[in-house]
C-alpha cells in the first residue's frame, strides 16, 4: 500500500476548498476546521439539499491509497425505503469498489472529536454483486465494522462515528475478506466541536460518576427527537438526523405529544447549546396522556435494540414546554429499570421555563439483558403535591468502544499491515517457507512415532472448534494460542465419545437441559454405570460464547481443588466443542435460599456453605502459579454437591491477576449488576478485591434471603449492599435477616459474620480484606456458633436435625480444622473421589 504524500499545492487547493464550503454554510454557527465530504464513485460533484457539495470521485481520489478504479452505480434509489434519509439519497446511488485493502488518509487541520459518517449501499455492477462483499473498516487503532455486509438490496446503511484524532493524519482502512471485496459510496469525516462530549457522566449502577469518557470512540446508534418529527441535516447546526420516536415509544396511547413555536426556547449561558441539539429538538416532547387522572405508576417507556457486549453513553434531554409557573414539574428517570434521577426538577436545574438541559449517563453491558435498552421517565411518588407527569424531548444513544478499540466485537485493528506490495510479498515468501520447512518437520514427527492420522485431525479439529466464523485477525490469534492451549501437556481428562454423549443425554434431549448461557447449553447426562455428568455443549455461532469457553478451559487446566467445580473430560468429534463436568446434584446456592419451593437451608448449612465457596475463591487468588480473578461471584454461580458441599463454577470471565510489579489489570467492566465492585465499575481496574466485594454481597444475600438487585421494593431497599450496610450502621442488621433462620443464630457468631460482610463492602479495594483474612473469619464465626449451640441449642435448630444430618460430610472439615487458616489449601483434590473412581481411564491434572 503506497504512503500519501500532501505537496505545497494540496495544501493550497484545500484551503481554497474549505474557503469556498466556508462561504455556502455561512449561514451555520459552527464551521469545521476539517471538512471532507466525498460521494464515492460519482463522475461529478454532489451538492445536497442541505447546501453541502460532496467532492466527485475524481476529486478525492488524491486521498486514496490505491489507483485501481473500479465504480458502480445505479440510475435511481428513489424506490428504495429511504425515509431515514430523505435529502442524502443522491448519496447512495454510486459507490467505489476494493479488491484489495485500501485506505483514505485526511490531513487533519485540528486535532480532537471528528465526526466520521460512512454511507452504504449495493448499487448494481455488471462484474461484482456487492450483497456478496465482506469486509472491515477501521483506522489504525480503532475497528468500526468487521467481517461487514450488506445482503439486503433494499436496504440503505448509514453509519456514524465520533472519534478523537490526535494526529495531523487520519486513515480510513477497508480491507476486504479473503477472495472478497470491499466498497464505499459516500464518506464524512468534519471536526466535532470540544464541547460535545465531556468527560464524565452519572453510571446508573452504582449510582457515582463515570470518568474517562474522553478515552472512548463513539457509534451513534439512535438519535431520536421524541415527540417531533423528522429533523434533517439541513436544520442541524452539525448536520445530524434525529429520528422521530414511533416505533421505539410503548404504550403510545399514554403519551401526548406537544410541542411549541421554535423561538420559544431560550439556550441558557454555559449550558446546552444548538451545537448540543437544535431547537427542533427542545421545542417538541411527549409527556403523559393525562397528567391529571392517569395512574402515578405509569411510565413513558422507550425501548431500543442494541448489542449487550458493549456499555453506551445515554443523552436525554429536556425543555419543560409544558409548565405554566416553576416547580411544577417533578419525575423519575428509569435506565434499564434502574434509578437514573429521583425527583429530577428541571426548574431548580434552569431556574426557568423553556430552557433546554440535557443528562448524561452510561449503562455497563452488564446491566442490559434481552438486548435491549429501556428509558423510562415518569411521576415522582415522594412529592404528592405536584401533578403527576413526565416528559422527555430528546434521546441520544451511543455504543462505546471496548478494551480491544473495536465498535464491533472483539476484534482490535493492532495487527500490523504492510505499507509496500513489496513488503507484502516478501512477508508472504518468507511466510510460505517457514510453513513449508514445519509441514515437512511435523510430517516426519508424525511418521517417527507412528501417530495415527485419525487422531492428528481428531486434536486438530477440536482446536478449530473455538475459532470464530469469517473472522481471519482471531483466527490468527487464536491459532497461536492453540498449541500453547491443546498440546502442551494439558490433560483435559477422560476423552468421551460423541457416541457416548448422545446416549448420555438422549441425543441431547432438550428436557435434559439444566443450564443455557451464550457459549451454549448444558445437559444432564448419565453413563451407562450411572454416574451423573453436567455437559456443556458449545454454540459454534456465538462468537463471545466461544472466547468465554476458551477462557474455562484456560482457567480449568490450572485448576483443581475440592471447592472448584472440576471437568472430567472432553469430547473430540466432528467439530464439536464438549466439556464434561461433575453433575452438583443440588444445584445453585441460590435455589435453597429463596425463589424455590426447596426446603430452606440452616444458618450452620449456609455458614459451611460460605466457607467453602471461601476457601474456593481463597485457592484461585492464591493457590495457581499466577493468582486468578473470577469476576462473576454470586449465589448462581455457587453450585452444591449432593452433600452440600460448596464448588464455585463459571471461569467463563476470569482474568489472570495482576503480576507483582502491577497493582491491577486494566480491563472492560464484566460481571454481574448487583455485585459488580463500584471502584472497578469506576475506573475499569480489576483487582482480587473485586471478587472481595461481591463475595460480600454474597454474604448479605445468603443471611437475608432476597435478591442483590430488587427493582420491586421502595429505592432505599433495591440493592442490597447498600440497604444491608445502612442496616448495619443503623444497629438494625436482625430486622432484615430471614426470618426462617433469624432464631438460630448466636449473636457472637452474628456479629462476627456481619463485620466480615462489611468489611468486604468496603468503597475502596484496599480498606477490604484479601479471601485468606475473609476465611479466618467466616471459621471464627462457625466455630462460636458451634460453642453456642453446645451450651444452649436453639429448638430451631433441633427441629432442623434432619437437614443438618443431610450435609453432615460438608461440615466435617470445618469441624476439626483450627482456626489459622492454611493459605496452601489444598486438601481438596478430588481425584479420589467416588465420583471419579466411577469414571474409567480418568487421569487427573
Given at each position: 500500500m503506497r504512503e500519501l504524500h500532501f505537496s505545497l499545492s494540496v495544501y493550497v487547493c484545500f484551503l481554497l476548498l474549505f474557503a469556498a464550503f466556508s462561504f455556502t454554510t455561512a449561514s451555520n454557527s459552527y464551521l469545521p476546521a476539517d471538512n471532507y465530504l466525498i460521494n464515492c464513485g460519482s463522475p461529478e460533484s454532489t451538492m445536497l439539499q442541505d447546501g453541502r457539495t460532496f467532492k466527485s470521485d475524481s476529486q478525492s481520489v488524491s486521498f486514496l491509497s490505491t489507483d485501481e478504479n473500479i465504480l458502480a452505480s445505479v440510475d435511481s434509489v428513489s424506490d428504495i425505503s429511504s425515509s431515514s434519509f430523505p435529502l442524502s439519497l443522491p448519496l447512495f446511488s454510486t459507490a467505489r469498489i476494493f479488491r484489495e485493502e485500501s485506505m483514505y488518509r485526511f490531513l487533519v487541520f485540528r486535532p480532537g472529536r471528528h465526526w466520521l459518517r460512512l454511507y452504504f449501499y449495493p448499487v448494481t455492477h455488471p462484474l461484482y454483486n456487492l450483497t456478496t462483499s465482506v469486509f472491515t473498516v477501521k483506522t489504525d487503532k480503532m475497528v468500526f465494522l468487521h467481517d461487514f455486509s450488506v445482503k439486503d438490496s433494499a436496504r440503505l446503511v448509514f453509519k456514524e462515528y465520533l472519534v478523537d484524532?490526535?494526529?495531523?493524519?487520519?486513515?480510513?482502512?477497508?480491507?476486504?475478506?479473503?477472495?472478497s471485496f470491499a466498497f464505499i459510496n459516500a464518506i464524512e469525516f468534519l471536526s466535532a466541536p470540544d464541547t460535545i462530549i465531556s468527560d464524565s457522566a452519572s453510571a446508573v449502577s452504582p449510582v457515582a460518576d463515570f470518568?474517562?469518557?474522553?478515552?472512548?470512540?463513539?457509534?451513534?446508534?439512535?438519535?431520536?427527537n421524541v415527540g417531533g418529527p423528522i429533523i434533517t441535516p439541513k436544520n442541524d447546526t452539525l448536520w445530524r438526523t434525529w429520528q422521530p420516536d414511533v416505533g421505539y415509544m410503548k404504550i403510545p396511547q399514554g403519551v401526548k405529544n406537544v410541542s411549541v413555536a421554535p423561538d420559544v426556547v431560550n439556550y441558557p449561558e454555559g449550558g446546552a447549546t444548538p451545537l448540543i441539539a437544535p431547537n427542533a429538538v427542545y421545542s417538541s416532547a411527549s409527556e403523559m396522556a393525562d397528567s391529571g387522572m392517569i395512574s402515578p405508576n405509569f411510565n413513558l417507556t422507550w425501548e431500543m435494540p442494541v448489542d449487550s457486549s458493549f456499555s453506551y453513553l445515554i443523552r436525554l434531554h429536556f425543555c419543560d414546554i409544558v409548565s405554566k409557573s416553576l416547580n411544577e414539574l417533578y419525575f423519575n428517570i428509569y435506565v434499564n429499570g434502574l434509578m437514573g434521577a429521583s425527583s429530577f426538577d428541571l426548574s431548580a436545574l434552569t431556574s426557568g421555563l423553556s430552557v433546554p438541559y440535557y443528562r448524561d449517563f452510561v449503562l455497563n453491558a452488564s446491566a442490559i439483558s434481552n438486548d435491549l435498552i429501556r428509558i423510562q421517565v415518569g411521576p415522582s411518588s415522594s412529592l404528592q403535591s405536584a401533578v403527576p407527569n413526565a416528559l422527555l424531548n430528546g434521546l441520544e444513544i451511543l455504543k462505546m468502544s471496548n478494551s480491544d478499540g473495536s465498535l464491533d466485537g472483539l476484534f482490535s485493528s493492532s495487527e500490523k499491515h504492510s505499507a509496500t506490495s513489496t513488503a507484502v510479498k516478501i512477508a508472504e515468501f518468507t511466510g510460505l517457507a517457514l510453513a513449508v520447512a514445519a509441514i515437512v518437520l511435523l510430517v516426519f514427527t508424525i511418521c517417527r512415532r507412528n501417530r495415527r492420522p485419525r487422531d492428528w485431525e481428531k486434536r486438530r479439529s477440536f482446536s478449530s472448534c473455538f475459532h470464530p466464523l469469517n473472522s481471519s485477525s482471531f483466527c490468527i490469534k487464536s491459532k497461536s494460542s492453540y498449541s500453547n492451549t491443546f498440546t502442551s501437556g494439558i490433560n483435559l481428562g477422560r476423552v468421551?465419545?460423541?457416541s457416548e454423549l448422545r446416549d448420555a443425554t438422549r441425543n441431547f434431549d432438550e428436557t435434559a437441559v439444566i443450564g443455557i448461557g451464550g457459549f451454549g447449553k448444558v445437559y444432564l447426562g448419565e453413563l451407562e454405570d450411572g454416574t451423573s455428568l453436567a455437559i456443556k455443549r458449545g454454540n459454534q455461532s456465538s462468537s463471545q460464547g466461544i472466547n468465554e469457553f476458551q477462557t474455562e478451559i484456560k482457567m480449568l487446566s490450572k485448576l483443581r481443588h475440592r471447592h472448584l467445580v472440576s471437568i472430567i473430560g472432553y469430547c473430540d468429534e466432528q467439530s464439536e466443542m464438549i466439556l464434561v463436568y461433575e453433575y452438583m446434584a443440588k444445584g445453585p446456592l441460590r435455589d435453597h435460599i429463596y425463589g424455590t419451593n426447596l426446603p430452606p437451608l440452616s444458618w450452620r448449612q449456609r455458614l459451611d456453605i460460605c466457607i467453602g465457596a471461601a476457601r474456593g475463591l481463597h485457592y484461585l487468588h492464591t493457590g495457581a502459579s499466577q493468582g486468578l480473578i473470577h469476576r462473576d461471584v454470586k449465589t448462581t454461580n455457587i453450585l452444591l454437591d449432593e452433600n452440600f458441599v460448596a464448588k464455585v463454577s463459571d471461569f467463563g470471565l476470569s482474568r489472570d491477576a495482576p503480576s507483582l510489579d502491577q497493582t491491577h489489570v486494566s480491563t472492560a467492566v464484566k460481571g454481574s449488576f448487583g455485585y459488580l465492585d463500584p471502584e472497578y465499575f469506576r475506573r475499569q481496574q480489576l483487582t482480587d478485591k473485586s471478587d472481595v466485594y461481591s463475595f460480600g454481597v454474597v454474604l448479605f444475600e445468603v443471611l437475608c434471603a432476597r435478591p442483590a438487585l430488587d427493582p420491586t421494593l421502595p429505592r432505599e431497599q433495591v440493592n442490597l449492599a447498600e440497604w444491608a450496610m445502612t442496616r448495619q450502621r443503623k444497629g438494625v442488621i436482625e430486622k432484615i435477616i430471614d426470618p426462617r433462620i433469624a432464631g438460630t443464630i448466636s449473636s457472637e457468631c452474628l456479629m462476627k459474620y456481619v463485620e466480615a460482610a462489611e468489611k468486604c463492602l468496603a468503597e475502596y479495594g484496599v480498606d477490604r480484606p484479601s479471601m485468606g483474612d475473609v476465611l479466618w473469619n467466616l471459621e471464627f464465626a462457625l466455630q462460636l456458633q458451634d460453642a453456642s449451640s453446645q451450651l444452649d441449642p436453639p429448638e430451631e435448630e433441633l427441629e432442623n436435625s434432619n437437614i443438618e444430618n443431610s450435609g453432615q460430610s460438608s461440615l466435617s472439615?470445618?469441624?476439626?480444622?483450627?482456626?489459622?487458616?492454611?493459605?496452601?489449601?489444598?486438601?481438596?483434590?478430588?481425584?479420589?473421589?467416588?465420583?471419579?473412581?466411577?469414571?474409567?481411564?480418568?487421569?487427573?491434572?
Open positions: 484524532v490526535t494526529s495531523d493524519r487520519f486513515s480510513l482502512i477497508l480491507s476486504p475478506l479473503k477472495n470518568n474517562g469518557l474522553l478515552k472512548h470512540a463513539f457509534e451513534v446508534s439512535y438519535r431520536v468421551f465419545t460423541l472439615d470445618s469441624e476439626e480444622e483450627p482456626i489459622i487458616i492454611n493459605i496452601n489449601d489444598d486438601s481438596g483434590v478430588v481425584v479420589g473421589s467416588p465420583l471419579f473412581s466411577n469414571i474409567g481411564d480418568f487421569q487427573g491434572r
